[in-house]
């Protein structure tokens, strides 16, 4: 009797538990009533490395992105932030971002230039004069160019950074024409940044970031190559006496995001996405062109001697580094004419 009650016991339980199942009490219904999966609307984490100092201009706007995210997406998105290099450094960071051991990442688009070699074209001396030009050229057909050969990497760029103008200092004489160049030895931060240097008459020197302020001080270098935000960040006032403002070149970041991810998401989740990027892209160019001009203030006031070259000698430049141009176009083929002649457009 004691057996038969516990086989009955049994079968209740049986049938009991096959009744909650039928009515959404146990387990995932085949009809699809549970949570929605990530990339039809559920909720997703997304990880964001960059390898800024968590006080930097750019680290903040990278920040407020991520808020900005969590609120249009109606906390379906959360976006985690790694700053200052504790998930992937700026050398590591794009391998992760193309395999999809990372979501998303702000890296400089010179650290992208080994994968899409067009990327220099930022580089390329004197393509584009105004921070004016330069957005009208990343809106425009430039940025559609470069997003594309993103793309075909398997990543797709939510937004372009500005990070600011390029310029020249040194601590040997002032620099007010191509001529003035000679027999001086600089700094340059990379290939075509050195290859500029060379054909305005000076010799590019390659060494660290770190080690430019010791090498003018000792006199190894005559000067270098840079942001005037990191001239004043690196307090390159005390070492370089002479500022001259080129604006030849135009240093972008891009905050780039694995794009089997982003494809992955649901239309309501990338609108939230790119509503966030536009906004923060937008913040980042009028952040940009006032951070240039009060580093700029900051360095006369510490004493540089501060050149700025006018728009009617511009010409002059452009003609003394056409070889860096036109060796850019030859090493790209069509890709970088394309690049080249999108820029000047632009900047007309």
């Not at 290859?195 to 660290?208: D, Q, R, Y």
Request: hydrophobic share 35%; proline share 4%; with cysteine.
């Amino acid at each position: 009797m004691r057996g038969m009650f516990r086989g009955i016991q049994v079968v209740c339980l049986v049938l009991c538990l096959a009744l909650l199942a039928g009515c959404g009490g146990g387990g995932k219904s085949s009809g699809g009533s549970g949570a929605p999966a990530a990339g039809q609307g559920g909720k997703v984490d997304l990880k964001l490395a960059y390898h800024l100092p968590v006080d930097h201009h750019l680290s903040k706007s990278v920040e407020r992105f991520a808020k900005k995210v969590a609120e249009k997406s109606k906390g379906s998105l959360t976006v985690t932030t790694y700053p200052a290099g504790q998930l992937y450094t700026d050398k590591s960071m794009n391998d992760a971002i193309m395999s999809g051991g990372l979501d998303m990442g702000l890296n400089s688009t010179a650290m992208w230039t080994t994968v899409i070699p067009v990327l220099n074209v930022l580089d390329v001396p004197f393509l584009l004069p105004t921070y004016e030009s330069v957005g009208k050229a990343i809106d425009g057909g430039l940025g559609k160019t470069l997003s594309a050969e993103m793309e075909k990497k398997g990543v797709y760029p939510l937004i372009w950074a500005d990070y600011g103008y390029i310029q020249f200092c040194n601590n040997t004489r002032p620099i007010k024409t191509p001529a003035d160049f000679k027999g001086l030895q600089l700094r340059g931060y990379g290939q075509i940044p050195a290859e500029t240097i060379k054909a305005l008459g000076a010799s590019p020197v390659t060494m660290g970031a770190a080690e430019v302020y010791t090498a003018i001080q000792r006199g190894t270098i005559d000067g270098q190559t840079s942001g005037q935000t990191a001239m004043y960040s690196r307090k390159m006032y005390e070492v370089a006496k002479y500022l001259t403002v080129t604006n030849h070149a135009f240093c972008e970041f891009v905050l780039a995001m694995n794009k089997a991810k982003f494809d992955s998401l649901s239309p309501e989740q990338k609108k939230a996405l790119e509503e966030a990027a536009k906004e923060t892209r937008d913040e980042i160019r009028k952040e940009t062109k006032d951070e240039d001009a009060v580093s700029l203030k900051k360095l006369k006031e510490k004493g540089m001697e501060i050149y700025e070259v006018p728009a009617s000698e511009v010409k002059l430049w452009q003609d003394a580094t056409k070889k860096v141009r036109e060796d850019f176009i030859q090493a790209n083929g069509e890709i970088g004419k394309q690049a080249v002649e999108e820029c000047l457009k632009a900047g007309k």
